[in-house]
Structures are given as structure tokens and as C-alpha cells.
């Protein structure tokens, strides 16, 4: 380490400093300039609001050298690395702690906050100084606990710097920990820009549509990454904690996937209020609810309220999440109360078989498995509050969710096809009647065919059901199209036209495919896996499955920062003794904390993974104990969320139009 170096970490400070007093003023100054309606005064929030994310940065960037650079007089960057980690775990161990995180999301924040301001010129001038100072107090709130609680450039002694630091935790040295956290922090952040819109616009009384347009990408973008975020860390626990699985219901997955299931419930609910204003006030509580979530996502990392792997260590900040989160509730509320004759929805559901109804159905069902999630999360705090502390596992989760999320999946079927303000029975019966009738054919071959249990088949007929279902309605759509144009092409071009024509209609029903396929992989991987424990001397063999595992042998292999029990096992296809793979399975012993980690070997194909792991040595000092899985499908999983992302995008793209459906131009035209 050079002292040159060192000498940067008072700039990050002092650009923390200055971020702080530059959102502070933006948030007197918005308020003002709402107040005023001043052009000079809304100039000036806008820039400062534009300073605050340029210091954050700097903020980062300067911390990023310090860990690059070695810098132990720095007490964050000795107590999470090491001179002997790579750089890319080094540039990792930014926020593998609380400062670090803490950092990173007031960072990322002031960023969305300044990308915001960037584009406020194009938009109201009524609504925007209001908007900007909702999102400048978030930063300013944000960049309080992480100056004045958790501030990462504290440094250790003036007099002392230790010649190396205590590493960063071996879990989290994994590729993916380099972009999971980071992915879900943008979620997190994004979703931030709606609710300082939405409160925008109550606190300026702009309450009419225009803050949902101007914030449909910030949504979407918001849960795009949030949903990468989720996967990525799911892929992450499936690679690194070798336990077979990717989803355990911890506590800290649960946190992002509450903001998740509101956000997916707000993003279905606003067409409502966008075609029929219906719900105003229903997706305002949603809104809040999503940003809400995601502090109460990072109260709970950060509390020592629960245990998890994922959590850092218990501090004393908890509190201070709390009382954010009771005034954005109390300032939500008492805003609806005030606005109350303005938010007064203009018509009423008509019908129970409608569109209105369905959406709301639907908004019903996310919510049930947001509050099961958040019960089965809290519910070990309130029993220790109650002097008989419990906790809840998977099986909880299993049987409250797995009913609701097939009843969710049935709705993705139906929902799209029922007309808006009243649909016709026999109409829809007609329309709905040979999706039913594949699904149901399916989940009867499925029985017929020996597979167990009452959900898997169900849960793949239901899936058969929905896709069935957007081709029936891409079918009436290409109708549509051909009988508006007068015209009988091609298939594929009058395709082409109608997916262009409504690219943001169609590119929802690709989340929506995406959202089947990786329901069955969910379904398949967990119903249908295989698991078994086993030891091997060299050149035994143990069969599981369609496959022959061979051990070859062991050897023990040094880095510079641990030292590696190392297998390697041949698989062959055990019927025809076809090579398949070599495996190589590690369990590892990091030097520096002396703590132990098993690296999986993964064998990946499109009908199922063979998941092995090296647990250790057995008793005799000869045998290899192993741990085998397959995994039926899992890789769907993956190329699912794949497909939930390139639908999202499409969605997002510039150009793509809100139109009306299928369903409704269909009625219209029987009706005529």
C-alpha cells in the first residue's frame, strides 16, 4: 500500500458530506420552489439533485480504490479483504459488509434521483420540485445512516496500519456476488422513482394519470431488475451453499421478494386506473407498500431481527428503518385523507366477469402471498416478543403459497381473455373451453402416466392451460388484425405486423411464458428430485438415477487463499456406459478465517442437472463422502427468467404502445 493512495479516502468523506447537504437543500428547496412555482428555484433543485449523485459516485469510486489499492488504514476495507483475494472480490467486498452496502444503495439512489432531475426539464413544472424533493429525501435519508451510523472511511488508529486486512466472508467469494447484489440494489433504488413521483403528485395535487405514464418504464425497469436480482441470487445459493436447492424461503430472500410480489400486483393494477380510473387510491397504498417493502428489505439485513446467512452482522440502527417507514405510511395516509374528493374513483366494477374484476382478483392473490411471506418472516419475532420464541420453515411457506401461486397461474389464463366492464358468459366459456379442455387432458396423461402427488400435475396442467390460452388470444388477435387491414398476407408478416403493431400487449404475454416455464422447472426440480449420500475408495463406482458415478480420485491443491480437498469423479450413462462428464467437486479451507466451503460440481443439460458435492473424508482417511442431486428441468428455470427479461425489455423499448385489447375490439365488433 502507498500512502499516496491512502490520502483519497478523506475525498470519499468529504463527498459524502457534501452529497448530505446538497440533498438536504433540495429537499427545502423543492418544497419552496412547489410552494413559489419559481422556474429559478426548480433550476436549482434540479442541479443540485444532479450534484447529488455526482458525489455518490465519487463517494463510490473512492472507496473502490481504497479496497484496489490496499488501504488498510481504512477500518472497512481491513475488515473485509485481503491482499491475497483477487481484484474482482475485492471490488466485491464493497458491499459485502453494512458500510459498504449502505454506500452503495444511498449511491445507486441518488443516481436514480439524478437521472430523474436530468429529465425534469421535459416535464410539469407543478409536479416536478415536489417530485424531486420526495426523492432528494429519500437520499438524504439514506445518506444520514450512512455518514452518520455507517460510515465506511472511518479509519482505524492515525498511528497504525495493519499489514493486511481479515478477508472478505468465503461465501461471498463467487462471481455472482459481484452482480447479484448490485442488481437487486437497482431494483430496489428504481422503484424509489414512482413513489417520489405518486407522492409528487399528491403533495402538488397533479392527481390525475400523468405520474403513472411518466413513471410506466421507472416500474418496469424497477422490476426488471429486481427480478434479475432474484434469480441471480437464487443461481448464486444453488452454486455456492451446496445444498441442492435454490430457494429455502430465508428471511432475506423473502425481503426482496416482498417488493417484488407489489410491485408485479401494481404494474397489473394501474391499467385499470389508466383505462377506467378505478383504484386510485388502491395502487397509491401500492406504490408506498413497494418502496416501503424495500426498506423494511433492508431493516431486516440489517437489524439482527432474524438469522441468515445473507444478513449482516446485528447492529443497532434497526430502529431508524423503523421510523422512516412509520412516517412514509402516516405521510401516505394522511395525504389520501386530504386528497380524499380528488382520488374518488369515477366508475364503479360493473360486473364480477370483467377485466376490472380479474385485475383485482389477481392484485388479491399477490397480496396473499405478500402478507404469508411476511407472517412466516416476522413470525419468529413476534413469538420472542410473546416469550416463546418459534421459527417457520419451508413447509409453511409450501403449503400456504404453492395453492395461491397456482391460483395466481389459472388467472393468468383467464384474465386476458375476459372482456372489460362485462364480459358474456357463453362468450367467454367458448373462448376458454379448449385451453381447459388441453389442460386438463394434460394433467390426466400426467396422473395416467405415474406421476406423484396432486400439485405437480395440476401445476403443469394449469401452465398447458395459460399457454394455450395467449395462443388463443394471439389467434383472435391476427383476426383482428386481418379484418382491420381488409388484407390476407402471409402468416408470418401479418404476424409480424400485429407483435409491432402491439409490441408492449405482446411483450407482457412473453413475461407471462416466461413465468410458465419457470413454473414447471420450480415444479419439476422440486417434486421430482433425486438426492443420495454415498462414500467411494478410487475406482468405485455408485449409481443413481440414469447415471454411473466413478471416482478417480482425490488430491489436496494450495492458492494463496485457501488450500482445496479436490475429487474427480467420471460420469457415464449407466444403461450403455457412454461417457458423460468429468466432475470435480472441491471442499475448501480459507487461510485467513479458517472457515470451510464446499464448490459444487455442476453438470447442466436441458432434461436435468447432476449436482455433486465433495462433503469430505470418511472416518478410514480413504473414502471420498459424497453428496449427489438431480435436479429434473432445472436449467428452465434460468432460461425462464431469461425469458421474463427479454419480455420486460420489449415492453420497456421506445415505440411500444398501450392499445386495446383483442378481447375488447373483438366485443366491439359482435356487438356492431
Known sequence: ???????????????????????????????????????????????????????????????????????????????????????????????????????????????????????????????????????????????????????????????????????????????????????????????????????????????????????????????????????????????????????????????????????????????????????????????????????????????????????????????????????????????????????RSERKIESVLSRESAFLVNNLIFLSITFAVFWGVMFPVFSEWLGDKKSIGQPFFNAINVPLFLLMILMMGVGPLIAWRKADPKRLLNTLIWPLLGGLALALVLVWGGVPGFYPPLAYGLCFFVLLAIGVEMHRGLRVQRAASGENGSLVGDTGVMLRSHRSRYGGYLVHVGVLVVSVAITASMAHKTEQEFTLLPGESFEIGRYLITLDGMKEIENPNYVALHADATVTIAKSGKFDTVLSPELRRYKRSQETTTEVALRMSLRDDLYLILAGVAEDGNRAAMKVFINPLQVWLWFGALIMLAGTVVVILPGAQQTVTVAEVSDATERA
Not at 464493497?94 to 445507486?108: K, N, P
Not at 479509519?155 to 463467487?174: E, K, T, V
Not at 411518466?214 to 451453499?241: D, K, P, S
Open 1 to 343: 500500500m502507498t500512502h499516496g493512495f491512502s490520502s483519497l479516502s478523506p475525498f470519499g468523506n468529504y463527498a459524502l458530506c457534501l452529497a448530505w447537504g446538497l440533498s438536504l437543500f433540495g429537499v427545502l428547496a423543492g418544497i419552496y420552489a412547489g410552494r413559489s412555482h419559481s422556474r429559478a428555484w426548480l433550476h436549482s433543485v434540479t442541479n443540485s439533485t444532479i450534484a447529488v449523485g455526482i458525489c455518490a459516485v465519487v463517494s463510490l469510486v473512492v472507496l473502490a480504490i481504497g479496497f484496489a489499492t490496499d488501504d488498510y488504514s481504512v477500518q472497512y476495507i481491513w475488515q473485509f479483504s485481503n491482499r491475497d483475494m483477487d481484484l474482482i472480490y475485492k471490488i466485491t467486498a464493497i458491499w459485502g459488509g453494512m458500510d459498504g452496502s449502505m454506500l452503495l444503495w444511498a449511491g445507486m439512489l441518488a443516481v436514480m434521483g439524478a437521472l430523474v432531475a436530468w429529465n425534469s426539464r421535459k416535464q410539469s413544472r407543478l409536479l416536478m420540485p415536489w417530485v424531486l424533493a420526495v426523492i432528494n429525501s429519500s437520499s438524504m435519508f439514506f445518506l444520514t445512516i450512512t455518514l452518520f451510523l455507517t460510515n465506511p472511511f472511518r479509519y482505524i488508529r492515525a498511528d497504525f496500519i495493519p499489514p493486511d486486512g481479515n478477508g472478505l466472508n468465503p461465501l461471498l467469494q463467487n462471481p455472482y456476488m459481484a452482480v447479484h447484489p448490485p442488481t437487486l440494489y437497482l431494483g430496489f433504488t428504481t422503484l424509489s422513482v414512482p413513489f417520489a413521483f405518486c407522492m409528487g403528485a399528491l403533495l402538488s395535487g397533479q392527481i390525475s394519470n400523468e405520474w403513472i405514464r411518466l413513471t410506466r418504464r421507472w416500474t418496469l425497469i424497477g422490476w426488471g431488475f429486481l427480478t434479475a436480482g432474484i434469480v441471480l441470487g437464487g443461481h448464486w445459493a444453488y452454486l455456492e451453499l451446496g445444498w441442492g436447492g435454490f430457494w429455502a424461503w430465508d428471511p432475506v430472500e423473502n425481503s426482496s421478494f416482498l417488493p417484488w410480489l407489489t410491485a408485479t400486483a401494481f404494474l397489473h393494477s394501474v391499467m385499470v386506473q389508466e383505462r377506467k380510473n378505478m383504484l386510485k387510491i388502491w395502487n397509491i397504498w401500492l406504490v408506498t407498500l413497494t418502496y416501503g417493502l424495500t426498506v423494511f428489505g433492508t431493516f431486516l439485513t440489517r437489524s439482527g431481527v432474524v438469522q441468515s446467512v445473507h444478513a449482516f452482522a446485528s447492529t443497532d440502527i434497526g430502529w431508524v428503518f423503523l421510523v422512516y417507514l412509520a412516517f412514509l405510511f402516516l405521510l401516505t395516509a394522511g395525504m389520501i385523507w386530504y386528497r380524499r374528493a380528488e382520488l
